[in-house]
């Protein structure tokens, strides 16, 4: 569904990822795993053509998208949930989830809700004055209300409780029965191997490991080395 | 989220202001249904620059040459082409509309300030040319005695005519930033890589915005020459766009009606300080900076938060 062809992105004259490939499969999550700054947010804003790449290219549904404003890639499918989740604070939780472009009416605000009941309590509410994990279960909501094919989640459980962070895991796997293909980032390796099937470990903007889960289980020395786990 | 914030308990205000505006002109002078009239054209002007300055966030720094562009369009069809007033009428906005998209197309490329000091370069193009082209527009002099329909051809009549027009332009405007146009624009305004990444086209929304703005600044413009019968270079000039903008500061740039409160003020306050002293200007700034160090939200704005205080503390504190 997603494939991503060696790839080298650039902040001004940083070279930041160095020739990164990956691929995401109809239905799947794969995790794309590293530590704080190894080029997790980069490769996502490569993809969704926020911080284009200067070599390479990425296609979706096998046609090509590099470069591609972000705004025509939702249009086709793909929806992004940035590792800030940074709701639109003047907004409230009604009008943030209103302002997405809708490609269908697969998912609508109704839908949202009931993904997450908290929300549905407080849709007046300005998105400012949301907590962390509201915060981010809007932007998630917000993301799935153009009712994507693929979600590109950018750490979604960064600075959440862990109680939260477990209501939060349970909504992703809800998310890929319905058979949304998910590029999951995270730091926080524990949470992610409950939802992945599929394991990229990247550290300093290069691809170190790929394989599935059994295999980076198993692979003590990847783990220690690029994860520090 | 900004809003007119008179909803509610309030919201009794709305007609009972409509009202007493109907019945003003039965009980004052000429001279203040004229100001009074005044007033609404500035404000509709200010409210207009609102709708991109403080809902859409994109510095429009120039935005008189709408409002100018609306009153010469609407002249010069009545004057020189000898067209009914409705036309002309209909004819300001347009125009007013027009120009706005085609100096919005240009600088929509470019954001924030450098945003608005192509705006003010391609605004003071559109003044120049108006200024100059003697034989057409008058130049210097300007257009005078545009003649009226009788029916708005009074001071009661234009004071009318200007109330249900700026009424009207109100509502729309308030419909249009609660539309999800609106809070799309409102989300640019607060993240426009972020509004992009949910599939917003920044710049069209932005694009629309400056032409719907354009069109409004151009009624007000049209509502001048109503209350005034004249058009003049001085329409177009910056110095009237950095007034209008004051007006947006003053009343409040994050509520909906802030920038009317604040045309009343600077109206009034020309009006009546520049009868004691020429420096009236000078009272105006001082005015204005205090209200920065002290009302940063504007007066309607500290107004409203005080309002949802109050309301805080009506209902116990639950927000």
């Known amino acids: ?141 917000r993301a799935l209300m153009s009712s994507p094919e693929l979600l590109l989640l950018d750490e979604p459980t960064e600075g959440l409780a862990p109680l939260i962070v477990r209501d939060l895991e349970k909504q992703i796997l809800k998310l890929r029965e319905t058979g949304i293909s998910i590029l999951l980032s995270e730091q926080n390796v524990k949470s992610a191997l409950k939802l992945i099937s599929r394991v990229y470990v990247i550290d300093n903007g290069r691809i170190r490991f790929e394989g599935s889960l059994a295999d980076f289980e198993a692979n003590e020395e990847i783990k220690k080395k690029y994860l520090m786990i | 989220m900004a809003t007119l914030n008179i909803r509610g308990k309030e919201s009794w205000l709305v007609p009972i202001l409509f009202i007493l505006l109907l019945v003003f002109p039965l009980v004052l002078t000429r001279f203040y249904t004229y100001l009074l009239a005044l007033i609404f054209v500035s404000g509709l002007a200010a409210m207009s620059l609102n709708l991109v300055l403080g809902y859409g966030g994109i510095y429009q720094f120039h935005h008189a040459v709408f409002y100018g562009v609306g009153a010469y369009g609407a002249a010069l069809t009545i004057t020189k082409l000898g067209y009914s007033p409705w036309i002309g009428f209909l004819v300001g906005p347009l125009l007013a509309a027009f120009i706005s998209l085609v100096m919005g197309a240009i600088c929509v490329r470019l954001s924030k300030l450098y945003f608005g000091m192509l705006q003010i370069s391609l605004g003071s193009l559109v003044w120049a040319i108006v200024y100059r082209w003697y034989s057409f527009t008058g130049g210097d002099d300007g257009i005078h005695g545009v003649s009226m329909p009788d029916l708005i051809g009074s001071t009661t009549g234009s004071y009318y005519f200007t109330l249900l027009v700026t009424a009207a332009c109100l509502i729309a405007m308030y419909l249009i930033v609660k539309s999800p146009f609106g809070s799309a624009l409102q989300g640019i305004r607060d993240n426009p890589v972020r509004s992009e990444a949910v599939g917003v086209n920044v710049k069209l929304h932005q694009l629309v915005a400056l032409v719907i703005a354009g ?94 205080q109050l309301g805080n503390l009506a209902s116990g504190g639950k927000a």
């Open chain 1, 1 to 141: 569904m997603l494939s991503v062809n060696g790839i080298h992105t650039f902040y001004g004259l940083s070279h930041i990822l160095f020739d990164v490939s990956l691929t995401v499969s109809q239905g799947e999550i794969v995790g794309l795993l590293g530590r704080n700054g190894a080029g997790k947010s980069t490769t996502m804003r490569s993809i969704m053509g926020l911080t284009p790449p200067r070599q390479g290219t990425i296609t979706f549904k096998a046609e090509p998208i590099t470069r591609q404003k972000a705004f025509l890639l939702v249009r086709r499918g793909i929806a992004y949930v940035p590792d800030d989740r940074r709701v639109f604070a003047d907004l409230s939780v009604d009008d943030n989830l209103e302002i997405t472009f809708r490609r269908n009416e697969d998912w609508n605000k109704e839908r949202v809700y009931d993904l997450f009941p908290v929300l549905g309590e407080i849709k007046s509410r300005r998105g400012g004055n949301l907590s962390g994990g509201e915060q981010q279960m809007l932007a998630v909501g």
């Open chain 2, 215 to 308: 069109f409004f600044a151009g009624v007000a413009g049209v509502l001048f020459i109503v209350v005034d019968n004249s058009a003049f270079p001085d329409m177009l000039f910056w110095t009237l766009s950095l007034e209008i903008l004051i007006m947006c500061l003053l009343g409040g740039w994050l509520t909906f009606l802030g920038p009317m409160l604040g045309a009343a003020m600077m109206v009034a306050l020309r009006t009546f300080a520049s009868t004691f002293t020429e420096y009236w200007t000078l009272i105006q700034g001082i005015i204005l900076m205090l209200v920065i160090i002290f009302l940063p939200e504007g007066v309607l704005g500290y107004v409203n938060a005080k309002f949802k």
